[in-house]
């Protein structure tokens, strides 16, 4: 299974990405080493969507807080980045796809992350990860 990750980004050029407690959904909390990641700039925080894909070399659960009845999984991840993205896959990009159900892994991607648009690492299909493949 691939991922990818929307996050703050503080410097799209990096070789090496680190997220700290991330929160994640539909999957993501299954994250490991070696798996391959697509990162999303955060245009929540200025960024720009998709800008780097890469390698994760590490993936470490964040324990649950005691006390607290309902909790998001969360892990801290550092990504080595592969290649940079080529061409723009954004919100903006994204915007038109909302038929959820049509199979398409533009559709997939605004559902997963700007139907709600929290930062979020998520796992994502064999047919979304080939096309996100094609912007690098």
């Known amino acids: 299974m691939a991922f990818a990750i929307k996050a703050e980004i503080h410097n799209p050029r990096a070789k090496m990405f680190s997220f700290i407690a991330q929160k994640t959904m539909y999957g993501g909390k299954h994250i490991a080493d070696g798996d391959t990641i697509f990162v999303f700039a955060s245009e929540n925080e200025g960024g720009q969507g998709l800008i780097a894909c890469g390698v994760v070399t590490s993936a470490d659960a964040v324990a649950k807080k005691r006390g607290v009845a309902r909790q998001t999984p969360r892990v801290s991840v550092a990504i080595k980045r592969t290649a940079l993205a080529r061409r723009p896959l954004g ?46």
């Open 91 to 136: 919100r903006r990009e994204l915007r038109g796809f909302t038929d959820w159900n049509d199979g398409r892994p533009e559709s997939e991607l605004n559902f997963k992350f700007y139907r709600q648009a929290t930062n979020k690492i998520v796992g994502i299909s064999d047919q979304t990860a080939e096309f996100l493949g094609e912007f690098f």
